[in-house]
């Protein structure tokens, strides 16, 4: 395990976490961190951190992980770890920390951000992003000598949780389909990397479309996901979301839909399978999925409404199952520490 750089504060009682209060308290739930978890210190969020020969910088060479934490505990955070793990493998880069510092490092930042609450009604959420560039290389090219060498550079950012909107979850989002293509046999297709650019690409799609957000199809024209969620239909007694061949991220919501026995008690059997655009044109219901918004309806693609354009009733009573699992788990957790 990589040992921090210094004897920085890491605890709520020290400098850094006095800047982070200060903007927890500030008005609002959006507050930018105040404070963020860097190799091992917690810094002022404001100060410039990384050089600019990071890879990460340079090259978007690197993975990241967003989840969010319930009352001060992380949710599913074995699955964060295990894929944030699998993603940094997938691109030879060494994670310089194990689940179990990455585990105390978010909790050293939540409670030095004020960010580890559990009061009610009030349950504390917090949006929580990990990101692991290769580290810095002054050499210029892709893999210049040495790269095999350098340490990553792990940095933790936790912000108050927004929950999406009332509003929007009363009238549902609306989707374009993007003209960026996933294919699915790509070796980085479905890792988390951070070079986003397709995913910024088909965001801005969507936005001057006056879409919420935009989907993206395999290079054979099937349904993959939208760019910072999954995508599930419910058609007839079914719900159904694209195989893991579709190039997607192996979402933890997903998982969580395809096991979940809230799914069953609607009456629906969960399956992954290949989807198209007609098979969502046709569904009854449909929703995007992801650890930090939860469960969104869909209602809208290309203009064209789905099943009846309004959020579904299923949609809805799955939002709210997920949602009280999330707090079942965390005040479980909590009752354990
Ligand atoms: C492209 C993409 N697909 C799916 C998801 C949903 O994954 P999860 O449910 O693990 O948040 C995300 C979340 O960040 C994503 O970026």
Request: zero cysteines; hydrophobic letters at 40%.
């Given at each position: 395990m990589k040992r921090p750089i210094d004897d920085a504060p890491s605890t709520r009682s020290g400098a850094p976490a006095r800047v982070a209060s200060r903007a927890a308290s500030a008005p609002g739930r959006t507050a930018a961190p105040g404070v963020v978890w860097l190799d091992g210190r917690l810094l002022p969020a404001a100060e410039p951190h990384l050089p600019l020969t990071d890879r990460g910088f340079q090259l978007g060479d690197g993975v990241f992980e967003t989840l969010r934490a319930r009352r001060g505990v992380p949710v599913e955070w074995a699955e964060h770890a295990a894929r944030l793990a699998e993603s940094a493998a997938a691109l030879a880069?060494?994670?310089?920390?194990d689940s179990d510092r990455l585990a105390e490092a978010i909790g050293e930042l939540l409670a030095a951000s004020g960010l580890d609450q559990s009061t009610d009604p009030d349950p504390g959420d917090a949006a929580i992003r990990i990101t692991v560039s290769r580290g810095t290389l002054a050499g210029r090219g892709l893999l210049p000598p040495g790269w095999e060498r350098i340490s990553a550079t792990v940095a933790i950012q936790a912000w108050p949780h927004v929950p999406v909107p009332d509003a929007v979850l009363a009238r549902g989002v609306r989707v374009v389909t993007s003209s960026v293509r996933r294919d699915p046999d790509h070796p980085l297709a479905g890792v988390k990397t951070t070079s986003r650019a397709d995913h910024v690409y088909a965001r801005l799609e969507a936005e001057r479309a006056g879409a919420d957000d935009a989907l993206l199809l395999t290079i054979d024209g099937r349904l993959a996901e939208a760019t910072t969620a999954n995508v599930v239909l419910i058609a007839g007694g079914r719900l159904v979301t694209p195989t893991l061949g579709a190039g997607i991220l192996a979402g933890t919501t997903r998982a969580w839909l395809l096991r979940a026995s809230a799914v069953r008690r609607l009456g629906l059997v969960a399956v992954e399978a290949d989807c198209w655009p007609t098979d969502l044109a046709a569904a009854d219901e449909a929703f995007l999925c992801s650890s930090v918004a939860g469960i969104v309806p869909l209602v809208e693609v290309d203009g064209r409404p789905i099943g009846t354009g309004r959020p579904g009733e299923r949609t809805l009573a799955l939002r709210a199952a997920r949602e009280a699992w999330i707090d079942t788990v965390a005040r479980r957790a909590r009752s354990r520490l």
């Open positions: 880069i060494r994670l310089p920390y």
